[in-house]
Structure formats: C-alpha cells, structure tokens
C-alpha cells in the first residue's frame, strides 16, 4: 500500500532554511509527479512544488525563488529545500503524488516559523 512518510520539520527564525524530507514507497515512485503541498491553520492545503520523474520542476509564486524540490528516484525520496523562511510559511507539509489521491495523505512534517 501508499506510504508517505515526512520528515524535516521544526522551528526556525524568518530567514532561516529548512529541508523537508519524503520516503515514498507502496508504488512505482519514479513514474509519478510528486509534490510538496502545506496547510496553515484555517486554509485550504496547496501544492507548492512539484516535480515530474524526468526532474522538470514547478513552483507556486509564493515560493518560487525560496525553494526548490528535488527527488531522488533510487531512494523513492522527494525533497523540499526551503530558504528565505518567512512567518506566513509556517504550515504543516505534506508530500503527494501530482494530483494527489482521494484517500491517502501521510502524517505531515510541520514548520514553524518564528522568532
């Protein structure tokens, strides 16, 4: 079966940097798009990055410039390196498939970010 597992999280300064962390496995993970996606408390969950199995990339404006998402298909790992970390970035971050599934979202790594 699916499983996402992330990792990375935690608390950091505005202008600090962060690098999220995605082990996917229950499925062929290099003949998918993946995605990085976060939910801030009362909002809607957003994709933010996503990257297809040949490495072309993707990013919403909010962050476009602050991060970049990478995947490593031998290791069925997707990455979120996020730089320029802002307080309106803090969320709880999710990877996926591109589009996602119906029914499967993994735990979530959350990032705070605060001074």
């Known amino acids: 079966q699916v499983q996402l597992v992330e990792s990375g999280g935690g608390l950091v300064q505005p202008g600090g940097s962060l690098r999220l962390s995605c082990a996917a496995s229950?499925?062929?993970?290099?003949?998918?798009?993946m995605g990085w996606y976060r939910q801030a408390p009362g909002k809607q969950r957003e994709l933010l990055a996503h990257?297809?199995?040949?490495?072309?990339?993707n990013y919403a404006g909010s962050v476009k410039g602050r991060f970049t998402i990478s995947r490593d298909n031998a290791k069925n790992t997707v990455y979120l390196q996020m730089n320029g970390l802002k307080p309106e970035d803090t969320a709880v971050y999710y990877c996926?498939?591109?589009?996602?599934?119906?029914?499967?979202w993994g735990q979530g790594t959350q990032v705070t970010v605060s001074s």
């Open positions: 990257i297809i199995s040949g490495g072309s990339t």
């Open positions: 229950g499925f062929t993970f290099s003949s998918y798009a």
């Open positions: 996926n498939k591109v589009p996602p599934p119906p029914n499967y």
